[in-house]
């Protein structure tokens, strides 16, 4: 019996890890046509570390490969109609794999387990010798392979190859019907009752009958409602169904419901618990037990519409970041490096990771679901050849499925198509003919891969692109508040999910200061059209791959840049905001700011008074509102407009700062009427904010 945890289908407890010390050395034809037998004299080839990657050892330091990997073992020959899976966890990105010289077959796609039966094979002897040749297309010449990231000279040097098998090896055993793969999907979440479709593909040595028994059981410590919280420890069964399945030899396909009555839901962090189940599928062959999975799951409904999310019934503004690769050497990258970048996004104020153009570590979605952060896939379609490499695409989307499925924090599926990019207007011009011939075929593309994932997997969403692709695509850099604002105006649908540059910072202090003030303008602006029309952004990006200077909040050290500290104050749960001021004014001029309070908390605010001031040397304006702000919602407060003096009145230039506080007196009750000018008693601060310009002679 093989039992697999939370892990996924690839993780199993038992039979034989191969990880560890493996011989590897440079292909070329000679050695190819020697290199699977046993009989192979590698005394002398280069030891390596697996799982890894080949540019981690520093023979292989500058090589982009093909590389032969070898690695000899012992193992205990099975009986009794025992079957034994060689299963391989991550191979970036291709590889073709013998044991003991014969063919087992090749591999394509670096993110999901690719897994041969070796029963045979290991039948006739003891010792063993597996043998794979490894190969990994660099930076730019990706062509139809997806490698995503890694093909974005934007965030991985182009001359960085990942290549090696980067996830562990196992040997696996089960009785004569195993279970290839298992698929979750929560189709209905709601506080009376949870359903659960559980999509199973059985491989079965022979015609006969199994006896498939599920169990749900809540975690303890996840938000169980009873008991002390002992983190990992299982709760009596919630729900058990059994099924009796014919099978025929070979891969057999088989669905059934698990209805799990008075469930906890799982909520995004702020809007409630994070519960999780184990989903266990035995599969019973006669008396014995032929094999059984553990999957983890949250239970939780995804509904969307015209990029509008509800979770459980309700509605959700989506404040996200785009997220890279922990490192670009994928097997480096520990647990709590994975689990620190999804921590800098929480404290952040954000409730979404774009996973953009890869597919992290198993530990970063085991991380969000315990966080309680939703994600974004995109699939690594980045920087290929979109047409040609539609079918492996379309394969690569129904094994993302399988993979992550079970996550609870994963709200939606991406084909990965991205605008092009271009850094002027004129220079977005001059490509267009070839983009127009080059469009229709990658927009099919996308498409087939979308269909690929609402095929697969019918309880999220799934999208060609993701939002608007990037206003800053179309102007001299990116976007700004007022071209924000006027774009809304303009065409409202652009901007209900809106894809946001965060403009490049290094370690210089104006560099990092400029990115604050944009990512700071770019976020007030659109959560001040909370829902008329914006449903979200997500900005780019969060995290670097590798060292550099970059768009990215954080540096490579994870330590948080000026722009990090401003997008977490832009996106507290309750921030005041005003429009955003030009960048000088002339002396005489009118001014006007109109005042929005954001309140994304799960109640009302009653009793709050907003106190605005703008001073400029020598004078100034106040004026104080009260009223109340909605659960979930961007309310209106009111408007401040003014003359400035004239020149004589004032020394130029001269600053012009904006100040505005919001207060809640719970001690008397303050008006309803929103936008009435009266000053009111401050009470407890709940945010603050500040603008600056500047009046410059005319």
Known sequence: MVAVPAGGPASASGGLDLSGCWLAAPADEALRRSFPTPELDDSKWQAVRVPGHWRQEPAFASSDGPFLYRRSFEVERPSGGARVWLVMEGVFYQSDVWLDGSYLGDTEGYFFPHDFEVTEALSSRSEHVLAVEVSCPAGGEAGRALIGSWGDPSCVDPSYNPGGIWAPVRLLRTGPVRAASLRLAC?????????????????????????????????????????????????????????????????????????????????????????????????????????????????????????????????????????????????????????????????????????????????????????????????????????????????????????????????????????????RFSSAVRRL?????????????????????????????????????????????????????????????????????AGVAGPDVTGQRHQAELVRSEVETLRRLHSRPVRGFSVERLNDAEPGVTCSLVDYGRRPKVAWHALAAACSPVVVVASWPAPSYPPGAKVRFDFHVVNDLRVDLDGLTLEARLSWPGGGRRACFAGTARRSSCSFVGKLVTVLPSSQDLVLPGPLSLELVLSRDVSRDVSRDVGRGEEGRRGEVLATNSYESRVVPS
């Open 187 to 423: 189709t209905e979440a709601r506080s009376g009752r949870a359903v659960l479709v559980v999509s199973a593909v059985l491989d079965s040595a022979q015609r006969t009958s199994v006896e498939v028994v599920t169990e749900a059981r809540l975690v303890a410590g996840t938000g169980a409602p009873d008991g002390p919280p002992v983190p990992g420890a299982l709760a009596s069964a919630s729900a058990v169904t059994v099924k009796q399945l014919p099978l025929v030899a070979g891969l057999n396909r088989a669905s059934w419901r698990l209805e799990i009555p008075s469930p906890q839901l799982w909520w995004p962090a702020g809007a409630g618990p994070q519960p999780l189940y184990d989903i266990t599928v035995h599969v019973r062959a006669g008396e014995a037990e032929s094999d059984s999975r553990v999957v983890r799951t949250g239970l939780r409904q995804v509904r969307t519409r015209q990029m509008a999310f509800e979770l459980n019934g309700e509605t959700l503004f989506l404040e996200g970041a785009d997220l890279a690769p922990t490192r670009r050497d994928l097997a480096a990258a520990t647990p709590e490096e994975v689990a620190r970048d999804v921590e800098l996004a929480s404290q952040a104020g954000l409730n979404l990771l774009r996973v953009r153009s890869h597919v992290g570590r198993p530990e970063l979605y085991d991380a969000a679901d315990s966080a309680g952060m939703l994600l974004w896939q995109d699939l690594p379609t980045l920087g290929t050849d979109r047409w040609a490499g539609r079918h492996q695409a379309v394969r690569q989307a129904q094994k993302a499925v399988s993979t992550l499925g079970r996550h609870p924090s994963l709200v939606a599926w991406c084909a990965g198509g991205e605008g092009p990019a271009a850094s």
């Open 433 to 501: 003919p070839g983009l127009a011939v080059r469009a229709p075929g990658s927009w099919l593309a996308g498409l087939n891969v979308r269909h690929a994932f609402e095929r697969a997997d019918r309880s999220r969403p799934a999208f060609v692109h993701p939002g608007t692709g990037g206003l800053g695509r179309l102007v001299a850099g990116p976007p700004s508040a007022l071209a924000l604002q006027r774009v809304a105006a303009a065409w409202p649908s652009a901007v209900r999910f809106v894809a946001l540059s």
